[in-house]
């Protein structure tokens, strides 16, 4: 019996469900990167590509892992009336909350996305979701020191980065809320975890069990969500790596002429670097220097915790691909429109 | 024992696919944890997240070890396959290109029109101190941090040697690559080198250059230059000794 419970909430909430998976997109992937390596491993570029690629993933890695051991943890310790309970009664009113969650639990973007994939399962509102998931690599402590000390301890330039984030967040949450049910957004194995949630308290309420076993379900989940998530992480950082061998800095810097052509470029360069939300900072101070405005630097800081190739495939293990488009596109224009705004308002 | 082994075999083999990536990251991580080979890699100040990162890992083997097997049988499909494939292509690359550094390639990829010098973090501020022993080197960090103090002064550093075909012979660049956190944000540390002789050794030769620093302003920008410099090749070094660490 109690293995059954386990392999029911198992199957509901990671969604190892074979038959109804594609593997279309590793398979294909396997075999281009298989082949980069074939035919190209002697030629100069390969090393800086390889490099890249393993660099980011050792860097994302250890985050990842402890997002989804915080998320297995969240989905056997932390049950769904809880988390209702926390919110408050306006649905909206969570949106604002959840966009600056981050100050007091600071999770970069890597780890973010396993726990947003648990508090979504456990019944935490769409826009909130949104709002967590785009505030919380921004919004945080840890990003807004590490911004500070790149840019000299200029507080304006770190406090500028967390305005703009939370204000994005907060916005897109709301957007997201008001164009989508949660049913059209998340995938139905990710939601599926609320009915597991249901069906387990009735079949054997939690106070029964000990905290040893809870512990090593928590570890299981976790286990799972990692094997499911991992290989979007992979794919994300080995495209990043690709793209910054295929067009270099300069290229990017070179095409830089008006301020618009700037942030977008920023943008682009942002997307591309897959950077660490904890230290892209370092890399947008570099371009201090240049002819590249504060602008189109804050657009690069704010835009690469929200959305770059790695989240982008990670987004996809979350949402549905119709709200991935939505969100990018809404990300895209929010991030730029602020740029813009603030170049001018310099 | 024979039979503990044999349980031992069945259990990883029912596991599956997911945990054999785990022991292969596992096994992975303490290879590069253990002898500092990570540093080829990411910043020596981060070492503690792939320490957790192991321990996570070593977590999650034992959980996958100690599941109920019929559950594990799902994980020796087609698909625990696919994303086994997808998990491990970060350590076939890792096996393939351990032993090399990022190079003349990559110094074209991330640098932006001189710009990268000044870039360099504690470059304006007054918080880095200068030390340095007569005889000794001085690393390219510390050279282009401090050069207005060091100007018209000897100086020792190494680096690899960039040279291009619009450079005068004995002109080429020294170059190193700076890390904030891992080398996907390698920035190019470099001095420009006007030797007395032409120079004979080919592109990414490990070089130690001794001469003059001189601080050329270029539109609004300062830059480093080591005039009558003498270079002597060095061995290449390790690839987690490559790089310097901001």
Known sequence: MQREIYSNSNHHATGVSEKNHSYWLPAIFFIF???FLLFFRTRPFFATLGITFVSIVLEALPFMLLGTLIGGFIEVFVSRDQIIGFLPGRQRHTIFIAAGLG??????ECAIVPVVRRLVGKGIPLGAAVAFLLGGPIVNPIVFAS????YGYEWKMAAGRMMLGYGIAVGIGLLADLMFSKKQAIHSRVIAVQAADKRRAVQRPDTQISLWRKSGRAVRHASDDFIQIGGFLVIGAFAAGLIQVAVSRQDFVSLMGTPAVSILMMMGLAMVLNLCSETDAFIAASFRFTAIPISAQMAFMVLGPMLDIKLLLMYISLFKKRVIIVLAGLILTAVFAAAWILEFAR | ??????KTFKQIMA????????IVWLYALGWLLMEGRYRAFIQPKFSWLLLLGAAILLLYLLSHLLRP??????????????RA????????????IYGQGLGAHALANKSVSGADVMAIPGLSAKDSKLETKPGEPISLLTLVRHMEKLEGKQVIVEGMIYQDAVMPSGSFLLFRFGIYCCAADAIPVWVIVQGDNPLSLPNESWARVEGRLHVQPHLQKNYPVILTAKVKELPTP????QYLFF
């Open chain 1, 147 to 150: 911004t500070a000390v790149a």
């Open chain 2, 1 to 6: 024992m024979m039979d503990d082994i044999r």
């Open chain 2, 238 to 241: 390790a690839p987690g000794g």
């Open chain 2, 69 to 82: 097997l019929p559950e594990n049988k799902i994980r020796t499909s087609i698909g625990g396959l696919a």
């Open chain 2, 15 to 22: 596991a599956g696919f997911s945990s054999i990536i785990y």
């Open chain 1, 103 to 108: 100050l007091i639990f600071p999770v970069c």
């Open chain 2, 85 to 96: 494939g997808i998990l491990s292509l970060p350590l076939i690359f890792l096996y393939a």
């Open chain 1, 33 to 35: 990167a298989a082949g």
